[in-house]
């Protein structure tokens, strides 16, 4: 392993950054422990409201990732070990989702967990450098000049 290289196993949310980025992080593992519990206990309203809670904090995560991102060197550890931590609780909080999905027979509960995951996958889908982040309240982000 190159003397620069971070193994994902190693990635902490402290360990990447302490401002926002990294308590953003942080709140997205606890919301998915919590996530997860209320998935196994049937507490579907439960799994709704903590759902929305942890997608809010990942959309904190991904606005921190994107600064860190600009204003580091474009293969720089920390940077990426940010980029591999967003990417792990993206994918931690689909997984959630899924299996929330697949216990939930309440259709309008299932529509809303739907919302959630769509708005995760769109966001991920755009470039964490350049431009603006995408406007999830439906107004342009871009400042009249």
């Not at 439960?46 to 997608?55: L, Q």
């Not at 990732?65 to 980029?83: E, F, I, K, M």
């Amino acid at each position: 392993m190159a003397k620069n290289d971070v193994e994902i196993d190693s990635i902490t949310p402290a360990r990447v950054d302490t401002s926002a980025f990294g308590q953003a992080m942080i709140g997205v593992r606890t919301k998915c422990g919590e996530l997860a519990t209320r998935i196994e206990a049937h507490d579907f309203e439960g799994v709704v409201i903590i759902a929305r809670e942890a997608v809010n904090m990942w959309f904190t995560g991904l606005s921190g990732c994107r600064r860190l991102v600009q204003r580091t060197p474009t293969s720089s550890p920390h940077s990426d070990a940010a980029r591999r931590l967003l990417e792990e609780t993206y994918m931690r909080l689909l997984e959630l989702f899924e299996q929330a999905t697949r216990t939930i027979d309440v259709p309008r509960m299932r529509r809303t967990l739907g919302d959630l995951r769509v708005s995760l996958v769109t966001a991920i889908a755009q470039p964490l450098s350049g431009g603006d982040p995408p406007d999830t309240r439906g107004r342009s982000s871009r400042r009249a000049l």
